[in-house]
């Protein structure tokens, strides 16, 4: 067996452990909603089409969000990048390696 792989096993050993873990705590859950003593608006809640609908307000919510972010972070950046306006950018801070380096000579 060669390094590469002996380090991959346990991150493979961790993509098979996760998803039963989370089955289940998923299991559980629905275990424990359909056997608790819940009022109505507790089971309204936590009925499948109401989570249904609120993951899926959730999902386009956090699409929206990451379209106006990328919409706004790419043409700045740009901007701010070129000529007229690299000013208001100020100057890059130094890469990790570039410190490193001048310790070494020093």
Not at 7 to 25: K, N, S
Not at 35 to 54: H, I, K, N, P, Y
Not at 83 to 96: A, D, E, F, N, Q
């Amino acid at each position: 067996m060669s390094r590469t792989s002996e380090a991959c096993a346990p991150r493979r050993v961790g993509l098979l452990v996760q998803p039963a873990v989370l089955l289940v705590v998923l299991g559980a859950m629905v275990v424990w909603v359909r056997t608790a003593d819940l009022s109505v608006t507790e089971r309204m809640t936590l009925s499948g089409e109401e989570l249904r609908t609120l993951t899926l307000q959730h999902l386009n919510l956090t699409l929206v969000a990451a379209v106006i972010v990328v919409a706004t972070a790419i043409p700045a950046g740009v901007l701010l990048t070129r000529r007229p306006l690299s000013v208001l950018g100020g100057p890059p801070p130094p890469s990790p390696t570039s410190v490193r380096r001048l310790r070494q000579s020093a």
